[in-house]
C-alpha cells in the first residue's frame, strides 16, 4: 500500500488545515488508517485513527479540535484541523494498518507549522 500525503503549509494560531492522504496498491488489505505526528525532539504519537467500518479514535490533545474522516470511494483519508495551536506543529504521517494490528505502510509526512 502507498500512501501520498499533502496539505501541510504554515498556518498562524487559531487558523485550520486539512490534511489528504491518498492510498493506492493493496487497498483491500488495510482494516484502519491514522495520523501520526513527530515534533522536533520527541517521538511520534497517535493523532487520530478510523478503521474500515468507521470507528475513530484521538489524542486526547486534538479531541473537539480534529475530525478525521475518510471517503471509501477514493481511498482518501482527511484530518481536518482547527483552532491550531503552536504546539500542533509538527511532520504529520499518515499510516494503514492491517486486521491483526500491525503497520502495512507509511506516507512520507507533511510538514504542519503553526506560527504567527
Known amino acids: 500500500v502507498q500512501l501520498v500525503e499533502s496539505g501541510g503549509g504554515l498556518v498562524q494560531p487559531g487558523g485550520s488545515l486539512r490534511l489528504s492522504c491518498a492510498a493506492s496498491?493493496?487497498?483491500?488489505?488495510?482494516?484502519?488508517m491514522g495520523w501520526y505526528r513527530q515534533a522536533p525532539g520527541k517521538p511520534r504519537e497517535l493523532v487520530a485513527t478510523?478503521?474500515?467500518?468507521?470507528?475513530?479514535n484521538y489524542a486526547g490533545s486534538v479531541k473537539g479540535r480534529f475530525t478525521i474522516s475518510r471517503d471509501n470511494a477514493n481511498n482518501t483519508v482527511y484530518l481536518q484541523m482547527n483552532s491550531l495551536k503552536p504546539e500542533d506543529t509538527a511532520v504529520y504521517y499518515c499510516?494503514?494498518?492491517?486486521?491483526?494490528?500491525?503497520?502495512?505502510?507509511w506516507g512520507q509526512g507533511t510538514q504542519v507549522t503553526v506560527s504567527s
Open positions: 478510523i478503521t474500515s467500518g468507521g470507528r475513530i
Open positions: 499510516n494503514s494498518e492491517s486486521s491483526l494490528g500491525t503497520i502495512i505502510s
Open positions: 496498491g493493496s487497498i483491500f488489505s488495510i482494516a484502519a
